[in-house]
Nanobody
Framework: QLQLVESGGGLVQPGGSLRLSCAASKFTLDYYVIGWFRQAPGKEREGVSCISSSGGVTHYADSVKGRFTISRDNAKNTVYLQMNSLKPEDTAVYYC???????????????????????WGQGTQVTVSS
């Protein structure tokens, strides 16, 4: 069964950093747009950051711009989300998801169109608290 597995979550103090990883098994991520989404208790799942299949185009939600960086290493079949200057409002379960590349939809739009994603990971908890 095709899988995405997130790792790297945990408890961190405000101002701290974490790096999330999203690894794929049984399929290659080369031709997929990858999105990082998060869901806090009582809130809808929201797009945090997305990256094109080549890695050349990225998009960030305004709330994380300048603090988070998305990257991918297709040789390792892994996508990363480096999170710096974390705030308590970043607390959520973080999910990665994979969608087949299509030229019809921009990377920015992919951060909103959750129904475009075929594969989802199980999520990793990020808690920012002192």
């Amino acid at each position: 069964q095709l899988q995405l597995v997130e790792s790297g979550g945990g408890l961190v103090q405000p101002g701290g950093s974490l790096r999330l990883s999203c690894a794929a098994s049984k399929f290659t991520l080369d031709y997929y747009v990858i999105g990082w989404f998060r869901q806090a208790p009582g809130k809808e799942r929201e797009g945090v950051s997305c990256i094109s299949s080549s890695g050349g185009v990225t998009h960030y939600a305004d709330s994380v711009k300048g603090r988070f960086t998305i990257s991918r290493d297709n040789a390792k079949n892994t996508v990363y989300l480096q999170m710096n200057s974390l705030k308590p409002e970043d607390t959520a379960v973080y999910y990665c998801a994979a969608a087949p590349y299509t030229p019809k939809i921009t990377v920015q739009a992919m951060c909103v169109l959750r129904n475009q994603y075929d594969y989802w990971g199980q999520g990793t908890q990020v808690t920012v608290s002192s």
